[in-house]
């Protein structure tokens, strides 16, 4: 069922990866345009993390987070380092949707409200209370009734939110760039009234930065770029490059009035070494850097080479949707079989590109001549 949307018609059965390739069980090499879903950022089998996953499978592959454990508290240390502003707390778990249930629920308690507002087109994960701040019927139908409290409201509309925020409001929940959603960036004045609003009422203001986040858009991250700092913030996919883990880092008005909440796996030692090894590749070797860099040439080429072909390319960084003229899922199907590049879907229209940030000019350059043998194409169709 998962990912079959994409590849329904030649299914591409992928047994190895290295770097920005993976390989299928025929044999055919593929440039990894999607870092599977922007869950490694370093790329597949970064000897960095793989080296940390080994020593700590053969020292503790878990333990209770009953008990402290040195791989837990080097990630919590290293998180609060790179964290925006002052957010000291971190819960940790094992997915983008349970940071923002936690996210959510650490909201209402320490608000003592109940309200949450999210923005249509948002994206916020497919558990009961992830979803119900996920907009997309698609997503949400034939799974109701989901939990009570939500608010839908026009992302980038500073008035809609204004009117809606009020005392009763535990949360506005944002991506700063909306990802599935179509790679809808905001600008800084619609985070600042958004600051503005939930500081005046008391509500948290909570940035989903599970897919904007780690560098990805040149930033660590992208909230940073907009001088905004939220109540809470969400990471996950790329956080230990390709195993399972999300955090959600909080303000200690939050964190010191979370509730009671819990996870069996939350912190183990085994993903925590691989997410502190991804942070330390990360900072490092300065990847948002190459993420800005590269992200700007590989934008200005296609918008160069098939600008005219293309309806809009928006995005920061190397997280970039390029929207097309036709279905797109067909373009990512004819990109994946006919150019051996595998680029994401987001929303209907748009082609997502959010390659490993480490990728270099001869991928980027790959991912063009790519992009326009397909794009470019449907004008001689
Ligand atoms: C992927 C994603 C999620 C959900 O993460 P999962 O690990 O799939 O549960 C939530 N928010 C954003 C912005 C995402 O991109």
């Known amino acids: 069922m998962s990912g079959g949307f994409v590849f329904s018609e030649k299914p591409i059965r992928i047994v190895e990866g290295s770097g920005t390739t993976l390989v ?5 090499r593929y440039l990894d345009a999607g870092a599977s879903y922007a869950c490694v950022p370093l790329g597949h ?15 503790l592959t878990y333990v209770h987070g009953s008990y402290p ?10 998180l609060v380092a790179l964290a925006p502003g002052d957010l000291d707390g971190v819960w ?3 997915s983008g949707a349970e940071a923002i249930e936690a996210a959510l629920k650490f909201a209402r308690h320490a608000t003592g409200e109940s309200t949450i507002v999210a923005a249509k087109r948002g994206f916020h994960g497919r558990t009961m209370g992830a979803l119900s701040a996920t ?34 409001t535990a949360a506005v929940i ?29 509500a948290a203001l909570i940035f989903d930065e599970i897919q904007t986040g780690l560098g990805r858009t040149g930033s660590f991250w992208a909230c940073t770029d907009h001088g905004v700092v939220p109540d809470i913030l969400t990471t996950a996919k790329g956080l230990a490059n390709g195993l399972p883990i999300g955090a959600t880092l909080c303000r200690d008005w939050v964190a010191d009035d979370h509730g009671n909440h819990g996870s069996t796996f939350s912190g183990g030692p085994l993903v925590t ?17 190459n993420a800005t860099a590269i992200g700007t040439e590989l934008r200005d080429a296609i918008e160069d080479r098939v600008g005219d072909d293309l309806r809009d390319v928006r995005g920061k960084g190397l997280l970039i949707g390029l929207e097309v003229k036709r279905g797109v899922t067909r373009v990512a199907r004819q990109l994946a079989v006919d150019e051996q590049i595998l680029a994401l879907p987001a929303g209907r229209t748009v082609l997502r590109l959010v390659p490993p940030l480490v990728i270099g000019p001869d991928d980027a350059a790959a991912i063009v001549d790519g992009v326009d043998a397909v794009v470019g194409s449907e004008s001689t169709e």
């Open 45 to 59: 089998g970064h000897p960095r993390v793989t080296d940390a996953v080994t020593t700590q499978l053969q020292e």
């Open 69 to 78: 454990s040195p791989a837990r508290d080097r990630l919590m240390a290293k």
């Open 92 to 94: 940790l778990c094992n």
């Open 135 to 168: 907009w997309k019927s698609q997503y949400r139908s034939g799974y109701e009734p989901l939990v009570d409290g939500f608010e839908f409201v026009d992302y980038g509309d500073i008035d809609a939110l204004e009117a809606v925020v009020d005392e009763d």
């Open 24 to 28: 299928d069980d025929a044999g055919t």
């Open 273 to 289: 070494a691989a997410a502190t090894a991804t942070l330390d590749v990360l900072t490092e070797d300065d990847v948002p850097a």
């Open 174 to 202: 944002l991506e700063p760039i909306q990802g599935e959603g179509g790679i809808n960036p905001a600008s800084t004045t619609y985070l600042e009234a958004a600051r503005d609003v939930t500081a005046a009422t008391g």
